[in-house]
């Protein structure tokens, strides 16, 4: 309790280090080739016990989602859009050969683990509890096969504005000497390993004075992937303003916010269009002011401006003042704040672990 | 005790399935950015207690390293070269950002290890005891960054020939759906993540008939990758036998099975080029008996023979006898298993832990 309003009062004081700390409960689901899901259970989250041979420890067999539940004001709290990030997390699980849930009964379970943990929901402008679903395979065996048993659990992260710097916008850089991801790999799962390739790099980056890294296809066509760990866009000049965002060719996550603006931009009056883009049309782009702004988006941060992109040692800027941005925000964040329903947030809601689910066989495909 | 002779009856009648069982003691460390290494205790093997927010789980922030210790009939079990993994340990560790360990004072554990693990190692003809160093990033924090806490734990699992299958050689599917490895990407460093990506299609090639995979760059170029999780070595026909292998482009683990037979291959006659081999190349070869042979090379098979490989519905197969592949076997064995020294074969010697580390600290840099 006193842990909680110590880091309710950090939130609303911007200096909490986003993700450094989680409530004092999880979601804890447990699942066997022969036995299937067992039903969930909400329990502490201050330690997993697991045998030193199991699967992720060693062969990065691990998948996650990231979604927020926000404050209502007036009503348990909503979740963002948690179809897709259950989609997506079965999307990553069957790549992995990892067990995947049935999109139902996990909702209901997501639901009710938030309506059990609504007090840790921040209330202070632009925070939310962040919610982590995490599968990982548990086998002790240290053959590289399959898991013939798997942990599914969910932890909860209250936070506030992403990054603490604000809107000045990130300063990029574009260096094709890493690539995240590749056609024929992995790039759009959400799978630890996609993760842990990028950390050295970012923090050779920051080293070097920048924020984020605008990951390239390779050193020759030099196609645009994600930025940092958010997906692209560019906005063109034009009669009306037109979003180029890289489709999703394999290399690229299906971002939940990328998809939202998707759905929302032809309602703004914006045009938005997936497909290739590469990195010297965005820099020419820049230059002649066709590509007027470009930001990131994702969970975390919503929507993150880019101030400029350094290639070959010559930095470019980005000229425009953000509008689209900022329109994109604001619509977002009046649908994640609003206090009216909105179809795409879903309420908290109690959940009867004994009848909600059974533990049933879940048949398991590979991809 | 009993669980033991178990293990070791079940090895010598070729029923243990390969990394099964480990034994009943680890070696482990802990890292902190602020204290650096503790010193390294041998503890029970059977529990890991972790935050569900270590990195770990979300990050894939883990690498790991495979020797093996063979018995020496009459002395201390010995280790095949771990100098070389400690020296892969220490690249795949900076690439993910954790920390690296002094190679002169891991290797004194190492051997410390396997001195006070020496009954575990089976007696059997073809039998080692695998040890397998599992570095993992451990801070509970689920920001993706640097970790400034990470736990290093070494493992120990008896075993006896990989492939219960024997000699016969594997049959192999080409198939650039689904590629492991690419330019600027890790797939030369020992990490989870890429080993997680191979799990679903190593079992869908196993439900269409195949053993293994042999993984290829892309569609277009068809460049040949590793077998399964082997390196490959292709033997081409002349005066005197001619060995293949692909180059270490940074697609390509660098094997140690791998870099001890390009030692040992000019002392026996055998001309060995690390170079770029394309799968047409290979196909050719082996319709037109240019390519005699070929099969992979690993820690924990030595040498798999290559009976087939498919591509495109259509199985080639190769023709020769597979008498390069059993010499090197042979040599490999004959140093393995030899009573006589070998500067190779570093044997076990028991170490103390109070004087041989002292907590110091270490400095990380990155890649």
Redesign the interface.
Known sequence: MAQRKEIFARIAQGKL????R?SDK?LSMNWTRSAGWTAPRIVP??????????M???????V?EGLKAYPSHSGPPRLFRPDLNIARLNASA????LPTVDPTTFMSALRGFVHAQAEWVPQSPGSSL?I?P?L?GTD???????SDSALL?V?A?PGGSFFSSGYDGVRLVAD????RS?????GHYK??????????????AQ?RGFDQILWLS??KERKVGEVG?MNAMFVFDGPSPHIVTPRLDGTILPGITRQSIIDLAPGLGIEIEERDIWLDEVLQGLRDGTITEAFGTGTAAVITPIRSITYDGVETFVKGNGEIGKLLRKTLNDIFYSKQPHPWMIPAAPFDTKTSFSERKVSVS??
Not at 17 to 20: I, K
Not at 140 to 146: A, D
Not at 182 to 186: E, F, M, R
């Open positions: 280090e986003w993700g450094s989680i999880m989250s201050d330690k997993l016990t697991l045998s030193p041979a199991a992720v420890f060693h062969y990065g067999m691990a996650f069957k790549r992995m050969a962040y982590r995490t990982i002790p065996k240290i053959g590289v096969r399959h659990y932890l992260a094709p000497t890493f690539v590749w056609p024929g790999g992995v799978t630890g390993g996609n993760y842990a390739l990028t950390i050295a790099p970012a923090k050779q080293d390779d050193k760990m590979y991809a």
